[in-house]
């Protein structure tokens, strides 16, 4: 007589899997770019050791979150990143921050290129107390733009970018503070945008935003990666997770983790990122 | 009170509620074997009525995990550890609907005696209840080893339920006329196979939540 039932088994399976990826974008590939490539970067502030043997590997079109508690050293590292950070005048640095390949630390470097390559967004809106088209047109007019139909296209290219053109195309002369908190802080993008950047710098920049103006950045952010790179410093973990490619943990001044944001917000590989994500500190 | 203390309050109380999610359908497995033997269909009955008990249970675990993870927005292993509750409470729900199953096949059989002895069964009941209970408690003391360790009897209950549907298959040959009440039986070993393939599967979930890595122990 013949068994008739089968051993009952309803899973056709290896024996361990992977987990898979659940929550954020997709995994870039691992050839890209570097866009920058921190080594060995130490940053004091006098005596105070603020950032300690930073190594990190940022790639192009990517979106890197950093995230940390407050004083951990993440918005001095973004600010290094354009070298904001030396207009504080006790800081002092060693190691190097290599922009595509090329150290900006090194005195030779010039720093007025580089901003122009690497914009910088802020915690709060801080558009400049002129029109909306000023606002996005200052930029290309100090590169030496005059001509009026290039500086339009500027604009409306800009705005477009930014997510923000069909709620202004008609008041473009009309003040920028005249604006809510999220559509400030998207003038203030399509600003950077007007100087065609390599890289965007974003310190919490939706963190003086209501949930609405914060979702529109969010996707904006997300459309924005195509053409740039972003370098996000974020202390919401749901935004973090929503939205980079990878994520940086700083703590104390040093980089505890840094990996795909998939791993990072799933199975941290430090019991000190758990902690940190899981809001157990910070 | 912080943030994170109502966290773990919020775990503590839905593990509770599983706790006392897998008491009731061990029982209700129990209760319901107890009925098939004793021919008791007034037990039987109890079993039926019961289950709407332990189904609005297994709601009740799934609308707080739910508003935990609304209010709370875990990530990491505090994702994991709600994912795996409510995981579980649904198996052991489906321990409950296999106790009613049961129930309803020793209904169906009636008071005409068995044509077999039904030892193996009984033996292979037991053990399946008692991996049940086994495992929910290496569950919730989160003790992989233990789980581990248990889930491997559920080798002995494959093969148990191997040699039983055997033995019935070859007697419904020779005993053709009974073949109504062979059939309830083969359906009621089959039942508590699949208990204690829902065992195994709450040993996967702990191995899940601690390890953050899928395993197959039910092969």
Redesign the interface.
């Known amino acids: 007589m013949v068994d008739l039932m089968n051993k009952t088994n309803n899973k056709e399976t290896v024996n361990i899997k992977t987990p898979s990826p659940s929550m954020g974008p997709s995994i870039q590939a691992a050839d890209k770019n570097s866009v920058f490539n921190t080594k060995n970067f130490n940053l004091w502030y006098g005596d105070h050791h603020a950032l300690k043997d930073i190594n990190l590997d940022i790639k192009e079109n990517d979106v890197t979150a950093i995230i940390g508690p407050s004083g951990c050293g993440k918005s001095t590292y973004i600010k290094a990143l354009n070298r904001m950070v030396e207009l504080v005048p006790i800081v002092k640095t060693n190691g190097e921050i290599n922009y595509r390949g090329r150290n900006i630390l090194d005195a030779s470097y010039e720093v007025e290129e580089l901003r122009t390559r690497v914009g910088m967004v802020f915690q709060k809106p801080n558009p400049f107390p002129k029109s909306i088209y000023d606002n996005i047109a200052y930029g290309p007019r100090i590169h030496g733009i005059k001509n009026k139909k290039i500086l339009d296209e500027i604009v409306e290219k800009s705005l477009r970018g930014a997510a923000i053109w069909d709620e202004v195309k008609d008041r473009l002369n009309q003040n920028a503070y005249g604006l809510s908190g999220g559509q400030q802080q998207r003038i203030c993008i399509a600003r950077c945008l007007a100087i065609e950047p390599d890289v965007i710098l974003m310190d919490e920049p939706t963190s003086a935003l209501d949930p609405i103006s914060t979702l529109k950045v969010e996707e904006l952010v997300q459309e924005l990666k195509d053409n740039y790179s972003i370098i996000i410093v974020t202390h919401n973990m749901q935004q973090a997770a929503r939205i980079s490619d990878k994520t940086a943990f700083f703590l104390n001044g040093e980089v505890v983790e840094f990996d795909h944001t998939d791993k990072i917000f799933s199975t941290p590989k430090d019991q000190r990122t758990e902690d940190y994500i899981s809001g157990r500190f910070g | 009170m912080a ?2 203390e109502r ?1 773990d309050h919020e775990i503590e109380a839905i593990q509770a509620d599983l706790l006392k999610l897998s008491n009731l359908s061990i029982q209700a497995l129990e209760t319901s074997f107890a009925a098939f033997i004793e021919k008791d269909f007034e037990k039987a009955k109890e079993v039926i009525e019961q289950d709407a008990v332990i189904n609005s249970l297994e709601e009740q675990i799934n609308d707080r995990v739910i508003l935990v993870m609304t209010r709370q ?8 550890r709600l994912v795996v509750l409510l995981k579980a409470a649904a198996d052991l729900e489906r321990v409950g609907d296999y106790a009613v199953n049961i129930a309803k096949e020793s209904i169906r059989i009636g008071k005409e005696r068995f044509i077999t002895s039904i030892e193996l069964l009984e033996d292979m009941c037991y053990k399946a209840i008692e991996m049940l209970r086994q495992i929910v408690e290496a569950f919730l003391e989160e003790n992989m080893s233990k789980a581990k360790e248990i889930a491997e009897y559920d080798d002995q209950i ?1 093969e148990m ?2 040699n039983i ?2 033995h019935l ?2 007697l419904s ?1 020779v005993a053709p006329e009974s073949i109504a009440q062979i059939t309830s039986l ?1 359906f009621i070993c ?1 039942y508590i ?2 208990c204690a ?1 829902y065992a195994t599967n709450i040993a996967e979930y702990l191995l899940y939540l601690k390890k ?5 122990l ?2």
């Open positions: 943030a994170r966290f927005q875990p990530v990491a292993k505090d994702l994991r494959d339920y191997g549907i055997t298959m070859r040959s083969s089959r196979e699949r393939d953050g890595q899928r395993y197959d039910n092969q």
